[in-house]
């Protein structure tokens, strides 16, 4: 399966202030995921990244927040912009990496913890 | 709206138990995936559940799936401190990769 490498894997960050979380594939993959993981909580998808074309948001996250690019088949970014103590989340890139009884199946980077002061 | 809920959230258990984590969802699914979590890491796949009746198991850990009743289980056997982590169900739709999580289960196996 695919191995993701995402940094940085935690920073402090001040209120007001944009902070670029890169996630990094071993392979070509065609779609990647973007999560987040707010502290004792569930992950919540917030978009998914395909090469060549922008970003498909979920209900409740939009561009001018998170955007992300995605310049290649295995790299891609997630900005946090604007960033408030709400954002204090893990956020967690993931991919589609190989195929269990026929489902494909998502591999997660080891995500990358940011605390907003 | 997909909605994925799991019980219980928190679940505290004697090494050598016998427990099940439940997962119900809302609408309709085709695939519905178990995930393990450490503190401190990433996720890690367990098991992924496709059709009505499916069951899979490793080791201690044992997954269901009744689609008709959209419901999952991951039944643990005669536990041991190991299996200590979060444990997550998600499910997906017809929309490629996407997936909706379930809260997690935070499972302690006390010695």
């Known amino acids: 399966s695919a191995v993701i490498s995402q940094k940085p894997s935690r920073d402090i960050c001040q209120r007001g202030t944009s902070l670029t979380i890169q996630c990094q594939v071993d392979s070509q993959v065609t779609m990647m995921f973007w999560y987040r993981q707010q502290p004792g909580q569930s992950l919540t998808l917030i978009a998914t990244?395909?090469?060549?074309?922008?970003?498909?948001?979920e209900s409740g996250f939009v561009i001018d927040k998170f955007p992300i690019s995605r310049p290649n088949l295995t790299f891609s970014t997630l900005t946090v912009s604007n960033m408030s103590p709400e954002d204090s989340s893990i956020y967690l890139c993931?991919?589609?990496?190989?195929?269990?009884?026929?489902?494909?199946?998502?591999?997660f980077g080891a995500g990358s913890r940011l605390t907003v002061l | 709206e997909l909605k994925v809920e799991q019980n219980p959230l928190f679940l505290s258990m004697q090494e050598g138990k016998n427990y099940t984590i439940y997962c119900n969802y809302s609408?309709?699914?085709?695939?519905l995936y178990w995930y393990r979590q450490d503190p401190g890491k990433s996720l890690e796949s367990l098991f992924v559940?496709?059709?009505?009746?499916a069951v899979k198991q490793e080791g201690r850990l044992m997954a269901s799936l009744d689609t008709k009743a959209r419901l999952s289980t991951l039944h643990i056997t005669a536990a041991v401190h190991d299996l200590s982590a979060t444990y997550f169900c998600a499910v997906g739709t017809s929309r490629g990769s996407r997936l909706t999580f379930g809260e997690g289960t935070q499972l302690t196996v006390n010695p």
């Open positions: 990244a395909n090469q060549g074309s922008e970003a498909t948001y």
């Open positions: 993931s991919v589609e990496a190989g195929v269990i009884s026929g489902a494909n199946v998502l591999t």
């Open positions: 609408t309709t699914s085709d695939r």
């Open positions: 559940l496709l059709s009505n009746g």
